[in-house]
């Protein structure tokens, strides 16, 4: 009965033990006061109700037990005197002695350690809550054993003994197993967290070459328009000069065409041949001379030499005069012609170098815009990769956290039980070993989770040099000569513009800025 007595106080210490451990169970769970008195136990341990019982759960606290749990040992090998004492406990107990035969069935007790143990098959998912159940299974075992609900009051317990070994055995590697889960999970989530910097880098890298093509462009397109300032000055100054030889020309030709109506006409000439009554004959003569032929400068006597008209008559004569109008205009028209010429080549020249230099304005156009849309589509993503990744991170690690604190007091109660089983091993239990299993530490320091530092959120840099923006018409269009201007930019399709500055009427402290967003946005119903 000693053994026996010995027996049940190890079961209760191994339960309190694991009790303590548990975070889920309590002392009241099983009905229990903190003084774990042994009143309801058999007769045989009624002297041991009055006494001072250690706190078993204190092994968890490494405090000292009552010195009072000597005595009560010593009073039981007392009583092991009785003739009716029950049969001394051989020294290997790992051998269970069999169930009564009139039964016919093994006792409830092992039965449920054996489903215990059956709940640690290596197939098994290896989760707190499997886990959980196996020690549920196993302290409802060994509460049976203790109550005496089973072979434990009348029978060796090596055979119960021995399968609460195996289920120790498998149980503490996958604590194990479920620690290095867990990490794992974490250096994953963190991993693709990182990722989510590396993709942004890397986007940031593919859309540089759009920037470095849309600045080429943008030379080129400055330097194209400045030329085609020049070609359009040179261009409006020949215009007007073709204006002015225009008006030069009329004039001329003009004149010519109204000699020629004088000259050609009949009733003129004949009024200039028609002698007037007192007109004189050398009078008459010398007028149609002087009027047809040209002025006589030669001297009265032709002694004076001067150069004729144009036709070989005089000059000024009708002839002569005729052919100076007739030269005049022609000369004008010929210049005019020329000049029309010389301008339509230099309009040719400007529309040619204006089409160019449109065309460096729609490349520059479409490269600033494809840098843009590609920095607005990365820092997007980016964005919303960073929060539901670190998201779904702070999940995992707050019940990680959860599950370690959990895990390192179920490890400290398997290796005190672990203690306990290991001291009870030759068929005997004394105070020694079992403060000996209390003061004992247990380290966890391998179940201590290492928490990856989760990166900080960078701002990510958008552009606003692209399309239709006041930025980019101040950077690229501003600069240009004002006789090139360039054409009207389309607006990029993929970036919109969003004005920062604050509406009229909003507080002076109000600041506005751009936030990136992915997917698409619906503020809601506002609240006036």
Partial sequence: MVMTSKMMFLVLSIFAIKASAS?????????LSEAWEFDHLNDEAKPLANASKPKLSLIETDEDADPAKKDDDESIDAASDS??????????????????????????????????????????????????MTTASMEAA????????????????????????????????KVKDAHKADQDELFNLDRQLGKCFSSRDG????????????KKESNSHKRCRGDEAVRHTSKTSCLAEQAA?????VLKCNFFASESRNYGSTFN????????????????????????????????????????????????GMFDKYLRAKHACEVATSEYNKKVRECREKIHQYNVKKAKCNSFQVDMDARSCKHAILLKDTCEQY???????????????????????????????????????????????????IDA??????????????????????KCETTKLYPATGAYKRVEFAPLPTLAKGQASVPCSGVEEIPTRPMKGSPKTCRCSRVTLEGHYHAGPLVM
Avoid at 163 to 172: N, S
């Fill in 269 to 316: 000439n004949r009024e200039i041949v028609t002698k007037t009554a007192s007109e004189t004959v050398e009078g008459y003569i010398g007028r149609i001379s002087s009027t047809i032929c040209g002025k006589h400068d030669h001297g009265r006597n032709g002694q004076r030499k001067i150069t004729g008209g144009w036709g070989g008559g005089l000059a000024k």
């Fill in 83 to 132: 003739p009716d004492q029950a049969p001394a406990m051989p020294s290997k107990f790992l051998a269970m002695q069999p169930a009564d035969p009139a039964s016919g069935s093994v006792p409830k007790s092992l039965e449920s350690l054996s489903a215990a143990l059956g709940g640690q098959d290596s197939g098994a998912a290896n989760t707190a809550q499997s886990r959980k």
């Fill in 437 to 458: 299993c209390k003061a004992k530490g247990v380290s966890t320091d391998h179940l201590t989770i290492k928490y990856p530092v989760i990166p900080v959120f960078t």
């Fill in 23 to 31: 975070l889920d169970a309590s002392v009241g769970k099983f009905g």
């Fill in 142 to 173: 060994i509460m049976e054993l203790m109550s005496g609900k089973s072979a434990f009051g009348a029978t060796p317990m090596g055979g119960s003994v021995q399968k609460i070994v195996d289920i120790l055995t498998k149980t503490m590697p």
């Fill in 383 to 433: 964005a919303g990769c960073y929060m539901s990744r670190r998201k779904a991170f702070e999940i995992v690690q707050a019940q990680v956290k959860m599950e370690e604190r959990d895990r390192k007091a179920e490890w400290r109660g398997l290796r005190r039980i672990s203690c306990l089983i290991g001291a009870f091993a030759d068929g005997q239990i004394n105070d020694k070993e």
């Fill in 245 to 249: 030889k225009y008006q030069v020309k």
């Fill in 203 to 214: 986007s940031l890298r593919a859309a540089a070459p759009w920037n470095v093509k849309y």
